[in-house]
């Protein structure tokens, strides 16, 4: 069974249509790309799925239900990275992930018992006592990650999470996007940076004038279009 399905989607603001009939099936322990240039709908894709927009037309459905049905569930088991940073740049690094601990509704020693290993994987053990103001970029993007992992989500979905680093940074959230998906969790990305989804995704999906117009591996992809021609 699917882990997510949108069957027949659309979202539109007023009389602006943003996606239009969009089928897709994401599968359990993937890193999904859904890939399109800005302002093609990712990030309202991505909504969606969490639940904090409501489709106009279909449905999405979570293990088989409808996500309205399990909202609940979707905050236990959704762990959301935005394109923006989320975090407070006054707190540190411990304060903020014990802060997005309490509003996934985890108990205090839940909460330090998660933050412990959450602080290894995104290998900011050595700064929790930071502002997290005073990191770098790439460590404020981790921190983000971390502020979504400390539930320990079965799901994981971050927008555009490469977006406005260098290369060096660039592979270093790559690698760490890896090492979660390898303990058995769900990632699901945007992006428009074709490097980066060739590098790291099972799957993608290509956003184009409102719908979905392609979805596949890199390497079925690849075989639909001849040598001579790119992908813009």
Same mark, same amino acid.
């Given at each position: &069974?699917?882990? =997510?399905?949108?069957?027949?989607? &659309?979202? *539109?603001?007023?009389?602006? #249509? =943003?996606? @239009?009939?969009?089928?897709?099936?994401?599968? $359990?322990? @993937?890193?999904?790309?859904?890939?399109?240039?800005?302002?093609?709908?990712?990030?309202?894709?991505?909504?969606?799925?969490?639940?904090?927009?409501?489709?106009?037309?279909?449905?999405?459905?979570?293990?088989?239900?409808?996500?309205?049905?399990?909202?609940?569930?979707?905050?236990?088991?959704?762990?959301?990275?935005?394109?923006?940073?989320?975090?407070?740049?006054?707190?540190?690094?411990?304060?903020?992930?014990?802060?997005?601990?309490?509003?996934?509704?985890?108990?205090?020693?839940?909460?330090?018992?998660?933050?412990?290993?959450?602080?290894?994987?995104?290998?900011?053990?050595? +700064? !929790?006592?930071?502002?997290?103001?005073?990191?770098?970029?790439? &460590?404020?993007? *981790?921190?983000? &990650?971390?502020?979504?992992? %400390?539930?320990?989500?079965?799901?994981?979905?971050? @927008? $555009?999470?490469?977006?406005?680093?260098?290369? /060096?940074? *660039?592979? $270093? %959230?790559?690698?760490? =996007? !890896?090492? %979660?998906?390898?303990?058995?969790?769900?990632?699901?990305?945007? +992006?428009?940076?074709?490097?980066? #989804?060739?590098?790291?995704? @099972?799957?993608?999906?290509?956003?184009?004038?409102?719908? #979905? #117009?392609?979805?596949?591996?890199?390497?079925?992809?690849?075989? /639909?279009?001849?040598?001579?021609?790119?992908?813009?």
């Amino acid at each position: &069974m699917a882990l =997510i399905e949108l069957k027949g989607v &659309m979202k *539109r603001f007023g009389h602006q #249509v =943003i996606l @239009d009939n969009v089928d897709l099936t994401i599968p $359990e322990n @993937d890193i999904f790309g859904i890939i399109g240039i800005n302002g093609s709908g990712k990030t309202t894709l991505l909504r969606l799925l969490v639940g904090f927009y409501k489709p106009n037309k279909g449905d999405i459905l979570y293990k088989g239900t409808p996500i309205n049905k399990v909202l609940n569930t979707l905050k236990q088991d959704f762990g959301f990275t935005t394109q923006e940073n989320s975090f407070y740049g006054k707190l540190t690094v411990e304060e903020n992930i014990r802060y997005f601990g309490s509003l996934y509704g985890l108990n205090k020693a839940r909460i330090e018992e998660n933050m412990h290993h959450i602080l290894v994987l995104v290998e900011l053990e050595h +700064s !929790k006592d930071v502002l997290a103001e005073h990191l770098s970029g790439g &460590m404020q993007r *981790r921190l983000d &990650m971390a502020c979504s992992l %400390i539930h320990d989500p079965k799901v994981l979905i971050l @927008d $555009e999470p490469t977006e406005d680093l260098d290369p /060096l940074l *660039r592979r $270093e %959230i790559i690698r760490l =996007i !890896k090492k %979660i998906n390898g303990l058995g969790t769900t990632v699901i990305l945007t +992006s428009h940076l074709l490097d980066d #989804v060739e590098t790291i995704c @099972d799957n993608v999906a290509i956003l184009h004038n409102n719908a #979905v #117009v392609k979805v596949g591996s890199i390497k079925e992809l690849k075989q /639909l279009y001849r040598k001579k021609e790119e992908i813009h």
